[in-house]
């Protein structure tokens, strides 16, 4: 395949189980300051889901197929699952940690989509850096400890 296919189908998939992540860690999450980290994580959730259609559409213009199931999408995906609920710090770091590494995956397909000259490609993914770019300042700012 294409490789430039598929660079864009790892990076619409680990967008779509952050997402995922992102929405049931809204559902999950408990303690003192609840409401601010349901909030928090449904900030997040609801601007990640927005870009989904854009991303999909974005592989269509490339005349490549969408993943079709879980399944796919679980093949293609580089963020880890999370199968337990963790405590809301947990939850935090662990979306930090996944959008540094959604930083990575979406720059590689940057570099690759400005090598191919797909110019439209790349503006999105650059929109999509900026937006992840932002959901981690302000998970970092949220578990930072005050001085
Ligand atoms: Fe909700």
């Known amino acids: 395949m294409d490789k430039l296919v598929q660079l864009t189908r790892i990076a619409f998939s680990s967008t779509f189980s952050f997402y995922v992540k992102a929405h049931s860690f809204h559902w999950n999450v408990e303690g003192r300051d609840f409401y601010e980290y349901h909030k928090l994580f449904e900030e997040i959730y609801n601007e990640v889901y927005g870009s989904i ?31 337990r609920v963790p405590n809301k710090d947990q939850m935090v770091q662990e979306l930090l940690m996944d959008s540094e590494k959604i930083l990575i995956i979406l720059k590689k397909n940057y570099d690759a989509a400005e090598a191919a000259g797909e110019h439209g490609l790349s503006n999105f993914l650059a929109e999509r850096m900026d937006a992840h770019k932002k959901h981690a300042w302000f998970l970092r700012a949220s578990i ?4």
């Open 144 to 147: 930072k400890e005050q001085q």
């Open 53 to 83: 259609d854009d991303f999909a559409e974005n592989i269509r213009k490339l005349d490549a197929y969408m993943p079709t199931s879980y399944h796919t999408l679980s093949m293609l995906t580089r963020i880890e699952d999370e199968n």
